[in-house]
């Protein structure tokens, strides 16, 4: 584990603004406190009991976050930006650059994202590759040129949700394609999130939380 943490952290510039191994730690802290307050990892032995948390019922969307989903997600948080040079998308679309032209100017930074994170994964956990696929959804999710995209699905599962009453009555084929869509957006989430400091009993409006 020190090994892969060690690689990963390699691969971030620490040049870079933003986008190096600082934010890693930023993304993956938001990710875990999702995990905790969805239920999806148990909460460790000296948490506050009296901490707000959100209920995994079978109605709730939170419900088919497997554990394996959200070790995923923790995996994801530590991999999603490496190797990031400190531009965006459209500068490299732009300029031609040769990592643009490789991926036809779509989420080409995601996309080589992804490519160097399997690397790093291949030689230091290999097993992690078994989720390769939403590996690959996570990081993609994170392109901001598909914010919007992301808010239709969002707005869509939601208006299911209401109709329908939960995933307990999904099929087996549609409620992986939305538990695959929740953990994406999980991730983006997190990936755009600043640091913040509240206290529970000052975070008083709702933050969407009730729908996962």
């Given at each position: 584990m020190v090994d892969f943490l060690l690689a990963c952290r390699g691969t971030y510039n620490n040049e870079v603004p933003y986008h190096n191994f600082r934010h890693v730690v930023d993304v993956l802290q938001a990710v875990f406190f999702f995990m905790l307050q969805l239920g999806a990892l148990p909460h460790y032995r000296h948490h506050r009991m009296d901490a707000p948390t959100v209920a995994s019922t079978e109605k709730s969307l939170s419900h088919i976050i497997t554990p394996l989903d959200a070790l995923t997600l923790l995996i994801?948080?530590?991999?999603?930006?490496?190797?990031?040079?400190?531009?965006?998308?459209?500068?490299?679309?732009?300029?031609?650059?040769?990592?643009?032209?490789?991926?036809?100017?779509?989420?080409?930074?995601?996309?080589?994202?992804?490519?160097?994170?399997?690397?790093?994964?291949?030689?230091?956990?290999?097993?992690?590759?078994?989720?390769?696929?939403?590996?690959?959804?996570?990081?993609?999710?994170?392109?901001?040129?598909?914010?919007?995209?992301?808010?239709g699905k969002l707005e869509k599962l939601k208006k299911k949700y209401d109709k329908e009453g939960g995933p307990g009555v999904w099929e087996e084929k549609a409620a992986n394609d939305h538990r695959i869509l929740l953990c994406a957006l999980i991730i983006k989430c997190a990936d755009i999130s600043n640091v913040v400091s509240l206290e529970p009993s000052t975070h008083k409006k709702s933050t969407g939380a009730d729908v996962f």
């Open positions: 994801v948080a530590i991999g999603h930006d490496v190797g990031h040079p400190g531009v965006n998308n459209a500068f490299l679309v732009t300029l031609k650059a040769p990592l643009a032209q490789l991926y036809n100017d779509r989420s080409v930074l995601e996309s080589f994202h992804c490519a160097a994170f399997s690397q790093v994964l291949r030689k230091h956990w290999p097993k992690a590759l078994d989720q390769r696929k939403m590996i690959i959804d996570m990081i993609l999710a994170t392109d901001m040129g598909l914010h919007f995209d992301f808010m």
